[in-house]
C-alpha cells in the first residue's frame, strides 16, 4: 500500500491537521498571555473604554471576559490533543494499515474532545453574552447559537471507533487462521 503516502487526499489532510494542531497551540499561548493580563490591566481597560464610548458609568466585566478566556484556552488544549490524534491516524493511513486497536481508541478519544468543546461552549456562549451586553448600547450584539454539526461530529467519530476496532479484531482474526 505504498500508493497512499502520494495520495494528495491524504497529504491534504495531514498538512491540515498539522496546521489546524500548531495553529491550536499558537492560540492557546496567546489566551494565557491575554488572561492575567486582562485581570491585571482590567481597571484602565475600564477607564479608556469610558473615555471612548462616552459613558461615564460603563464598566467592562473584566473578570467575565478572563473566565470566557479561560474557557476558550481549554477548548483550544482539547483541539490541540484532537488534531494530535488526528495526525497519528493519518499517518498509520499512509503508512497503509490504519486498522489498528491505536487508531481505534485514538477515534474514541477524538469523539471525548470533542465532546468536552461542545459541552464547553454553553458556559462559554452564556459569559459570551454576558459581556456583549456590556456593549449593547454602543452597537454589539450577543447571541448563542448550538451547532447541530458538531453533536453529529462526535456521534460520527465514536461509530467510526467502533468500526475501527471491529476492522481490528477481524484482521487479527484473519492473521491468527493464517
Do not use: C, Y
Not at 494499515?97 to 468543546?117: I, Y
Not at 468500526?163 to 487462521?177: I, N, S, Y
Amino acid at each position: 500500500m505504498q500508493g497512499t503516502l502520494n495520495d494528495p487526499l491524504l497529504l491534504a489532510g495531514k498538512v491540515l491537521a498539522q496546521i489546524g494542531k500548531w495553529l491550536a497551540a499558537i492560540a492557546a499561548a496567546g489566551v494565557t498571555l491575554a488572561i492575567p493580563i486582562l485581570i491585571v490591566k482590567g481597571d484602565d481597560i475600564d477607564a479608556k473604554l469610558r473615555t471612548e464610548m462616552g459613558d461615564a458609568t460603563m464598566l467592562f466585566p473584566a473578570w467575565e471576559a478572563a473566565g470566557a478566556l479561560a474557557l476558550v484556552l481549554v477548548i483550544l488544549v482539547l483541539m490541540f490533543f484532537f488534531f494530535d490524534r488526528l495526525v497519528r491516524i493519518v499517518r498509520t493511513v499512509g503508512e497503509g494499515d490504519p486498522f489498528q486497536p491505536a487508531n481505534a481508541q485514538r477515534l474514541s478519544q477524538m469523539g471525548w474532545l470533542m465532546l468536552g468543546v461542545q459541552v464547553l461552549t454553553v458556559p462559554l456562549g452564556a459569559l459570551g453574552m454576558f459581556v456583549a451586553r456590556t456593549f449593547e448600547e454602543q452597537g454589539g450584539t450577543g447571541d448563542m447559537v448550538i451547532d447541530p454539526s458538531g453533536i453529529i461530529m462526535i456521534v460520527v467519530l465514536f461509530i467510526l471507533a467502533r468500526v475501527f476496532r471491529h476492522g481490528a479484531a477481524m484482521r487479527e482474526d484473519l492473521e491468527g487462521t493464517v
